[in-house]
């Protein structure tokens, strides 16, 4: 595939946001238009989310896998993808199965088929973040070509992407993401009371609570639940 094969043209993607009812609908579009076009010899799965003040308003899904995928790293509240999104840095994970970064999103996922991940940030506007996720169930599918072709594809939404923000209001969250959505909000809890207790930044603190998650075996939330259970926090009315 040439490089140019992986960008769609204006035209595309103002048809797609024109015939779009909804923010939604056309984020589908976009994620399915993304697997179209990435696709080669490899099939990949692609899912665009996008965050919102903070909380992930959107998520948009080539196929039933690809939604299965990103709502495990919601699961955690950590993964390539959301890295990606709140770090605006490309994030690779050439094999999962080897990968020592996210050993339990790559376990909860094992039964997918899925080898490599490669996830990278689309510049939106202040107070919004989004991100390409690109998943394949074939190693040496990310190579340095295919790469830059992802990012060049991802450059080539940001211009559409940020009209279809400033027209379409935030989307209620869907329902099965709601139960993620909860487990954020305890986790940002805890790296804030964190931030308070050793006057350190957000990533300092994040960085804390996913240590521990690595070291006990438990999802980052577990972790930040008990952080705000000693603390008394919880007992407020937290849970």
Known sequence: MAQNDA????????????ESPGFTEFLLGLATISASLLGGDS??????TVERDGGPSTVASSSDAARRLDEKQYEFDDGPCLTA???QRTVLIPDLQTDESWQHYAKAISNEGIRTVLAVP????????SALNCYSTELGTFGPD???????HAESLSRILRLALRMHA???YPEHLRSAFKSRAIVDAAIALIMVQNHCNRESALRL???ASRNSNKRLHEIAGDILDRAGYMDQGGR
């Open 7 to 18: 960008v769609p043209t204006a035209e595309q993607l103002q048809d797609l946001l024109l």
């Open 43 to 48: 099939p990949m799965l692609c899912a665009i």
């Open 85 to 87: 999104l709140r770090q």
């Open 122 to 129: 689309i510049q939106t506007d202040d107070g919004s973040k």
């Open 146 to 152: 295919t790469i830059a072709r992802v990012e060049a």
């Open 170 to 172: 935030e989307d209620p």
């Open 209 to 211: 609570i996913q240590v």
